[in-house]
């Protein structure tokens, strides 16, 4: 297959797999369709949620921390907390470990994402 035909394979897949959004669909309507071109819905699946710094007030002013994986795989969504830092006894920082948890319900695909952006960087032509 020549790059001619490759593209034209290109164009054809996304336009079957284009969703439409009625004409006429209002700005508001829009924002909770899925978007239209399968490249853009697959971004949008795939793309994860980022874990957060640690949100927890120490006087006044969230801790910032990274936060670090505590438990995963199962099945389950990865658990994030700010793990005891060095030099600080386990049942001295536990409230603070507790109040720091984070469920990575969203955590995307990073290959998938990064497939994504060599495609676009092929349609691009860079
Ligand atoms: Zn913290």
């Not at 990274?66 to 658990?79: D, I, R, V």
């Not at 920082?93 to 960087?121: C, N, T």
Request: glycine fraction near 8%; charged fraction near 35%; hydrophobic fraction near 30%.
């Amino acid at each position: 297959m020549d790059i001619e035909q490759i593209a034209e394979e290109f164009r054809k897949f996304r336009a079957e797999h284009f969703w439409e959004i009625p004409e006429g669909t209002s700005e508001t309507t829009r924002r909770f369709h899925p978007p239209e071109d399968i490249l853009d819905r697959l971004r949008e699946r795939y793309t994860g949620d980022e874990v957060p710094r640690c949100r927890v007030l120490v006087d006044g002013q969230p801790c910032g921390a990274e936060l670090s994986p505590q438990s995963m795989g199962g099945g389950n969504a990865t658990k994030y907390a700010h793990s005891t830092p060095d030099g600080v006894r386990m049942g001295d920082w536990m409230e603070h470990y507790r109040d720091s948890q984070f469920i990575h319900a969203k955590p995307g695909d990073s290959e998938v994402v990064a497939l994504l952006d060599l495609i676009d960087r092929i349609r691009k032509g860079s």
